[in-house]
């Protein structure tokens, strides 16, 4: 891999770590999102049942911790203290009575392992028709989180805000 192409991914990857982190963040103070802008409602986020996190540099130490609250768990803030970051976690985001769980990685960000809301009875071909369009609703809520990381990652704020969560100021 060329000098340039490592570069670059790995300023994707820092990337999608910080929008996990920001999402583990503003998760833990509040799990409504407030999507109105972008013609989605409200919707209910939470890491669950595992991160895993990995040193900032280096081939170094990684570690997954599994709990049923990510947000409520000590042991996540003290290893982002130590200097790791978040590379991966499983996500449960509800709208309504629609429910999604997936794994969403850092690099590739990307959300895995996807489970979409039961659609109620129907014909086959409109079963399948449904479930395209919970895929592209998760879609669209989770670039709009995005959107919103970036928008809030550009205030002055930011980073001091994120400091003062993981007790870091």
């Given at each position: ?14 990337l ?11 998760s ?40 049923r ?85 550009t ?15």
């Amino acid at each position: 891999m060329r000098r340039k192409e490592r570069e670059a991914a790995q300023a994707a990857q820092f990337l999608g770590q910080e929008f996990i982190l920001w999402l583990y963040w503003r998760s833990s103070s509040d799990p409504y999102f407030y999507l109105e802008s972008f013609g989605l409602g409200n919707v209910d986020l939470h890491l669950e049942e595992q991160i895993t996190l990995e040193s900032l540099h280096g081939e170094g130490y990684r570690e997954t911790i599994q709990t049923r609250e990510i947000a409520e768990h000590d042991d996540v803030r003290t290893s982002i203290q130590t200097g790791r970051l978040p590379v991966a976690t499983r996500v449960r985001v509800a709208r309504g009575k629609a429910e999604w769980q997936f794994v969403l990685t850092a690099l590739p960000l990307a959300m895995k392992s996807i489970k979409l809301p039961v659609p109620d009875k129907a014909a086959d071909e409109e079963t399948v028709h449904l479930r395209l369009i919970q895929m592209e609703e998760i879609d669209n809520i989770m670039r709009a989180l995005f959107q919103t990381f970036l928008i809030e990652r550009t205030n002055d704020t930011f980073v001091g805000d994120i400091k003062r969560f993981l007790g870091l100021e």
